[in-house]
């Protein structure tokens, strides 16, 4: 029968390999976002649910969050809010696409 030592183990085990595989994961998503001075983000509002990850990741100020009425039937909340890229202060870095939880923004052509 399996100690609960062994178990401990191996679950620290596979805590390792998941670790791993994801940071893995998380470098060659960063490769395949385009960026630079060239694009400027995009947040499709649509999938924005004003978590403000991004303006905390954005060393440049060029993310806002401003309120909208939260079309829900079930809960009571009357505003949620959304992000919105500022042109001028973006450079392109790409630092809000990977830390948006809901793929919201992307990166596009300026
Ligand atoms: S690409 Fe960089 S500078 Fe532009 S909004 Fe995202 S984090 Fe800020
Ligand atoms: S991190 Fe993504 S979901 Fe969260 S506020 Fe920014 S754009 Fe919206």
């Known amino acids: 029968m ?4 062994e178990l401990e183990a191996r679950r620290l085990g596979e805590a390792a390999r998941i670790r791993l595989a994801l940071n893995s994961m998380r470098t060659e998503a960063r490769e395949k976002v385009k960026g630079g001075p060239g694009t400027i ?3 499709k509002e649509e999938l924005c649910i004003g978590c403000d990850q991004c303006t905390i990741v954005c060393d440049d100020d060029a993310i806002e969050l401003y309120d909208t009425p939260l079309a829900s039937p079930i809960l009571d909340i009357d505003v949620n809010r ?3 890229i500022l ?3 973006c450079t392109g870095c790409r630092l809000c696409v ?3 939880p809901t793929d ?3 990166m596009i052509d300026r």
């Open 98 to 100: 990977l830390a948006c």
């Open 41 to 43: 983000a995009f947040v």
């Open 82 to 84: 959304k992000a919105k």
């Open 104 to 106: 919201a923004i992307i």
């Open 87 to 89: 042109r001028d202060p």
């Open 2 to 5: 399996t100690s609960r030592k």
